[in-house]
């Protein structure tokens, strides 16, 4: 991690960092120790934008699995851990079994290119800064009505509302 500090110290709101985190961590009990090293990470880091992505759904073993309950917590609290941080963004890997490999456990081009466009969908929201006009109707004790356009330049969270389900 001191060798990716260096490299991110000079990183701006420009910027976007994408984390996409494994499942083997979670599987060998290290998922507490997983979500410390991502919010030191993320704390440590308030001058950029950063990506993180849940961990998938192992579709080479049960539903039921500790593993795949495990998965659920990890993603569970992931999403409710970075909710505080406006520079960071959590995007759901939810895929279904059809995009997996034969045997479950990776993603196949398929996937990939999901998770791709999911992301690139994050980052155009992140950068995207257009002039939004929204009209207010106001009435008035007289009957009359009057409209106001008022104009918004911020980026938030709500633009990406579809990408990001903090209820899990």
Known sequence: MSTVNEDIKPLTYSDTIVVL??????????????????????KSNTHTNIILTTVPHRHDIPDWSCVNSEVKTFNRKLIKLMKPHK???????????????????????????????????????????????????????????????VSSTEVNKADTSELVNADS
């Open 21 to 42: 985190g494994g499942m083997e961590d979670v599987s060998k009990n290290n998922a507490y120790d997983g979500l410390q090293h991502l919010s030191n990470f993320v």
């Open 87 to 149: 520079h960071v963004f959590v995007v759901e890997i939810d895929l279904d079994r059809k995009p997996s490999t034969k045997h479950g456990m990776h993603m196949r081009n398929s996937g990939k290119e999901k998770l791709a466009e999911k992301l690139a969908n994050v980052i155009t929201n992140i950068f995207l800064k257009h002039e939004q006009k929204i009209s207010l109707c106001w009435k008035f004790d007289n009957g009359n009505e009057d409209i106001e356009s």
